[in-house]
């Protein structure tokens, strides 16, 4: 279903709740609303499902979760029938993946595509949200769930005479579904975080030179991809209920890696040398994270890690001024979002590839031929943004969300974002969100967040259900407890150190405000599950005296 057919094939009167994305979140509320027989439509702004995979199409575009781990737990059955090819899941494979689940379970014809939500206002006499569409619709339930995802809305950078460019440019949250391809082009890509080192080695396969023009270094780990060894595998499905349970119990949500026990300081050089070594054979983020106890809350433990980090690239670079260029030096390792690579540092070793320092030289300005710098003009035909998003905020802000109040999401998040468990907001009521700010989401296996959240949301309104209720809020008090909580716990490690989207460094003007909650999945489905016995302490729930039943509201 389009937007061109969408007034021909309205959701059905008696909608409970409306959905907000078509990706990995919104399938799963779709799923869980379904369960409770409550009636719920999702409208996506995509042509196709899969939110930040159906967008991100870049050449290499690859998760930094083993397949295995990054998928639903919901279904035994699929998740025993379902073969991953790779280690880590492809683009492609994982929106086949998605499709799959929206199929096997029936969940399209929930979903209206091609249709972007531009507002969403609740009306308190009535208790219904109603959200109008880019194409003008308005439609109306009690409850609305946001799953407009954490990484959804790319950044375009604010550089001078973009418009001016005779060649093509591309950005990385927003590539061509027909692909593009490079072959003899001059090419220039500009940033360095994952999308930019996942892609750069494809790119520079095709190029006829590349430039890579990078601000600011990133540490970049092996993720020693290969295609899933059946064995392994079979091993792994045999203890998905198992591994699925016990990962609620570690801090990244990601079960079969053994909780360290010891602080880096403690152990000797050789034996530090010797555990980094085994991690980095192995490859992942999170086994490295794991070698020690204090990674990431003493410096210099961290420091360790740090240096033998930039010792392999300096062992792999051969060029020893590029090699120092590529070696981070102004944040410890993990405080930014540590990235995955197959050949990323090998690729400088390339005649046709060129680092361009442009934190010493500044990109001045976008030519009609290419790029200026302050130092040089490099002739381009074709230019990739990996510059990022506007993460975890960006998505949310963009819509304009008002409850009658007067409240709305722009000026509540003026300083940054105010949420309780990352789950509500104080003055919207009946407005969920999923893997929200101030949740462990990025910090985490999304999808076990994702499940985590939603499970939540489906728990909390049946609850209601039971007990005839049909408003629920988070509490100004448990709200501002949350979000200085948030804090303290994010000041007591190292993540503020560095300048990350974790931090909103990379979109000008964004308030500085750490904002995923950091003391672990363990620790935060503990809190929750100790929130929902008490009864949804810091909620409040409720039955306004003038708001009807349901049954006589549906469909208004």
């Known amino acids: 279903m389009d937007a061109s057919t969408f007034a021909a094939n309205r959701p059905v009167p008696g909608l409970d709740v409306i959905v907000v994305g078509g990706g990995l979140g919104g399938l799963y509320t779709l799923y869980q609303m379904r369960r409770l027989g409550l009636k719920a439509h999702a409208f996506e702004a995509g042509s196709g499902l899969g939110g930040t995979w159906f967008w991100n199409r870049y050449p290499g575009c690859r998760c930094d979760i083993e397949s295995l781990e990054y998928s639903y737990s919901f279904s035994p059955e699929l998740e025993q029938d379902w073969h991953w090819p790779d280690r880590y899941g492809t683009q492609p ?34 208790n219904l949200w109603t959200i109008t569409t880019d194409g003008g619709d308005e439609i109306s339930a009690p409850y609305i769930v946001m799953a407009t995802g954490n990484l959804s809305t790319p950044r375009v950078p604010g550089i001078s005479g973009l418009s001016s460019f005779q060649g093509n440019w591309y950005h990385t949250g927003m590539w061509p579904q027909e692909g593009v391809d490079f072959t003899g082009l001059r090419v220039g890509v500009v940033g360095t975080g994952s999308s930019g080192v996942q892609s750069i080695p494809f790119i520079a396969q095709q190029a006829e030179h590349l430039y890579v023009f990078q601000r600011t270094a990133n540490f970049v780990l092996p993720a020693r991809n290969a295609p899933m060894d059946p064995e392994r595998e079979r091993t792994h499905k045999a203890a998905y209920r198992e591994s699925r349970k016990a990962a609620y119990s570690t801090p990244f949500g990601i079960a079969g890696h053994p909780p360290p026990t010891q602080s880096a ?35 210099k433990a961290n420091d360790t890690a740090s240096d033998f980090a930039r010792a392999r690239i300096r062992e792999t670079v051969k060029d020893p001024r590029t090699a120092e260029l590529l070696c981070p030096n102004d944040h410890p390792i993990g405080t930014k979002r540590l990235i995955l690579d197959t050949n990323y540092y090998e690729v400088f070793n390339r005649d046709n590839v060129t680092l361009v320092d442009v934190r010493s030289a500044p990109i001045e300005s976008i030519t009609p031929s290419g790029l200026r710098t302050t130092e040089a003009e490099y002739e381009l035909d074709a230019i990739v943004f990996a510059t990022g998003f506007d993460a975890m905020t960006g998505a949310l802000r963009e819509i304009d969300i008002r409850a009658d109040t007067g409240t709305d999401i722009r000026s509540k998040w003026a300083d940054g974002p105010h949420t309780y468990l990352g789950l509500m907001m104080a003055g919207f009521p009946n407005l969920f969100t999923v893997t929200g700010p101030q949740s462990p989401g990025v910090k985490s296996q999304m999808i076990l967040s994702i499940e985590q959240h939603v499970n939540f949301i489906a728990g909390c309104l049946e609850h209601m259900q039971g007990k005839g209720l049909t408003r629920v809020e988070a509490s100004q008090q448990a709200e501002d407890d949350w979000v200085r909580y948030n804090d303290e716990v994010a000041n007591s490690t190292l993540y503020p150190r560095a300048n990350s989207w974790y931090m909103g460094a990379n979109i000008p003007g964004k308030p500085r405000i750490f904002m995923p909650y950091v003391g672990g999945v363990h620790t935060y489905n503990d809190l929750c599950n100790d929130i929902i016995a008490k009864g949804y302490e810091g909620f409040i729930l409720s039955r306004p005296a003038e708001v009807a039943p349901r049954a006589e509201v549906a469909g208004s």
């Open 265 to 299: 300081l403690d152990a000797t050089p050789e034996e530090r040398e010797a555990a980094y070594a085994s991690k980095w054979a192995a490859g992942g983020s999170i086994s490295y994270l794991y070698t020690y106890t204090d990674l990431l809350t003493n410096e």
């Open 93 to 126: 494979q994982i929106l086949e993946y998605i499709e799959h689940v929206a199929d096997r379970f029936d969940l399209r014809k929930d979903v209206t595509l091609n249709t972007r939500v531009k507002a969403a206002r609740f009306d308190s006499p009535t």
